[in-house]
């Protein structure tokens, strides 16, 4: 049996402590969050979906944290569910308190740095793996699993996206995480590579048309920042091609590639009269209001199309995820595919299967046993092998 402490207990937290609950073999999940009210609404609800007490809901502000990380003393494994500015400062911790620890991620920059702690996690014997929600995490894991796939893999490509089930205009968009790590996502360059060199990509850039299996049918898929995290140079001399897009109904890049061009997505603040303001935090302040329903049901989607060769001939292999919000626990597929991809790393970590030291969920996480998790939960991951020749 093992102990878990999460902090943050909002979406991805929750769910995170859900299948920390349900599939790893928790004897304690701490809870901590700076609005105790809220950690403990959120320990409630855990309660009563598990019916089991192990949850321990704890005041910590992650601002404080190494001044508070006593309290997180003695645990297993450690799970950021906070912003991603935040996990430098808990990289450190976990290594003085030698908890493993993964996060949620969201930057690209940070998690190179989390990846520089790698000799002290080793000296004290932890894993550090940061970047471990849906795209980064799960996806880089689907990734990995469809390259293992095929005997020799030359192109990897990856479209994802959570999208409403029901779209609302004028956005046509539901927003189910952290507003700050959306825009994160759309400002901030993508890094693919491309002709087997690494390069920066311009983030709402190159759309294109994707087809699914209906109800789903026609989306479209533009660039944007953070999906393959650290593969570029995991995989540079291996791979010609890597790359992700995201997924979006029709019609919300050209609204969004509007924004970024008119700068709205700025950090650097602009006078407005009298006052300073950040773009950014203007954008957030208008738009998640308009993005946010509570009731509404969404979809993750991730496709994966890895190209080489497989037998001495060209093969192609497609893994792919289509998860729904969930009526039985009231989880969206975005906390399903997030918070319960991160927390399977968690697990892991604490039972050892991970190689101990920091790095990339590519290096780092076995995929086929990330994938059988992904199964055992009821996420129904797909895979098809095909002959080009």
Same mark, same amino acid.
């Given at each position: 049996?093992?102990s878990?402490?999460?902090?943050?207990? !909002?979406?991805q937290g929750?769910?995170?402590? $859900?299948d +920390?609950?349900?599939?790893?073999? %928790?004897?304690? &999940?701490?809870?901590? /969050?700076i609005?105790l009210?809220?950690?403990?609404?959120s320990?409630?609800?855990?309660?009563?979906?598990?019916?089991?007490?192990?949850?321990?809901?704890?005041f910590?502000?992650?601002?404080?944290?190494?001044?508070?990380?006593?309290?997180?003393?003695?645990?297993?494994?450690?799970?950021?569910?906070?912003?991603?500015?935040?996990?430098?400062?808990i990289?450190?911790?976990?290594?003085r308190?030698?908890?493993n620890?993964?996060?949620?991620?969201?930057?690209l920059?940070?998690?190179?740095?989390?990846?520089?702690f790698d000799?002290?996690?080793?000296?004290?014997g932890?894993s550090?793996?940061?970047?471990?929600?849906?795209?980064? !995490?799960?996806?880089?894991?689907?990734m990995? $699993?469809? +390259?293992?796939?095929?005997?020799? %893999?030359?192109? &990897?490509?990856?479209? /994802?996206g959570?999208?409403p089930?029901n779209?609302?205009?004028?956005?046509?968009?539901?927003?189910?995480?952290?507003?700050?790590?959306?825009?994160?996502?759309y400002a901030e360059?993508?890094?693919?590579?491309?002709?087997g060199?690494?390069?920066?990509?311009?983030?709402?850039?190159?759309?294109?048309?994707?087809d699914?299996?209906?109800?789903?049918?026609?989306?479209?898929?533009?660039i944007?920042g953070?999906?393959t995290?650290?593969?570029?140079?995991?995989?540079?001399g291996k791979?010609?091609?890597?790359q992700?897009?995201?997924?979006?109904?029709?019609?919300?890049?050209n609204?969004?590639?509007a924004?970024?061009?008119?700068?709205l997505?700025d950090?650097?603040?602009?006078?407005?009269?009298?006052?300073?303001?950040?773009?950014?935090?203007?954008?957030?302040a208008?738009?998640?209001?308009?993005?946010t329903?509570?009731?509404?049901?969404?979809w993750?989607?991730?496709?994966?199309?890895a190209?080489?060769?497989?037998?001495?001939?060209d093969?192609?292999?497609?893994v792919?995820?289509?998860?729904a919000?969930?009526?039985?626990t009231?989880?969206?597929?975005?906390?399903?595919?997030?918070?319960?991809s991160?927390?399977?790393?968690?697990?892991?970590?604490?039972?050892?299967l991970?190689?101990?030291?920091?790095?990339?969920?590519?290096?780092?996480v076995?995929?086929?046993q990330?994938?059988?998790?992904?199964?055992?939960?009821?996420?129904?991951?797909?895979?098809?092998?095909?002959?080009?020749t």
């Amino acid at each position: 049996m093992y102990s878990y402490a999460v902090l943050g207990a !909002g979406r991805q937290g929750t769910a995170a402590a $859900y299948d +920390m609950a349900r599939w790893g073999q %928790a004897r304690r &999940v701490i809870l901590a /969050d700076i609005d105790l009210d809220a950690v403990s609404r959120s320990a409630e609800r855990l309660e009563k979906l598990t019916r089991k007490g192990i949850f321990e809901p704890i005041f910590l502000d992650v601002r404080e944290i190494e001044q508070a990380g006593a309290a997180l003393q003695g645990v297993d494994s450690i799970l950021s569910a906070v912003p991603y500015y935040y996990n430098l400062p808990i990289t450190r911790c976990a290594v003085r308190i030698k908890a493993n620890l993964c996060d949620l991620g969201g930057n690209l920059e940070i998690a190179r740095q989390q990846h520089a702690f790698d000799a002290d996690a080793r000296e004290v014997g932890i894993s550090i793996i940061p970047n471990c929600g849906q795209v980064p !995490g799960m996806g880089t894991s689907l990734m990995v $699993y469809a +390259m293992e796939l095929l005997d020799e %893999a030359v192109d &990897v490509y990856m479209w /994802d996206g959570g999208i409403p089930q029901n779209p609302r205009p004028p956005f046509n968009y539901l927003l189910t995480f952290n507003i700050a790590g959306l825009t994160n996502e759309y400002a901030e360059p993508a890094v693919f590579l491309r002709d087997g060199r690494i390069q920066e990509m311009e983030p709402l850039s190159e759309p294109e048309w994707l087809d699914f299996p209906e109800p789903i049918g026609r989306l479209e898929a533009f660039i944007a920042g953070g999906g393959t995290d650290t593969m570029p140079w995991t995989y540079q001399g291996k791979l010609r091609t890597l790359q992700n897009k995201t997924l979006r109904w029709p019609g919300h890049y050209n609204q969004l590639r509007a924004y970024y061009d008119l700068g709205l997505w700025d950090t650097t603040p602009v006078r407005v009269g009298d006052v300073e303001v950040v773009p950014r935090e203007v954008f957030h302040a208008l738009f998640e209001p308009k993005v946010t329903f509570a009731d509404d049901k969404d979809w993750v989607i991730v496709r994966v199309r890895a190209v080489g060769k497989k037998g001495g001939k060209d093969a192609e292999v497609i893994v792919q995820v289509i998860d729904a919000y969930d009526q039985t626990t009231g989880f969206t597929a975005m906390e399903r595919s997030t918070g319960w991809s991160a927390a399977i790393v968690a697990e892991m970590m604490a039972q050892e299967l991970t190689p101990r030291g920091a790095g990339g969920v590519e290096r780092m996480v076995p995929a086929r046993q990330f994938i059988e998790a992904l199964r055992l939960r009821g996420i129904q991951v797909t895979e098809e092998i095909r002959l080009l020749t």
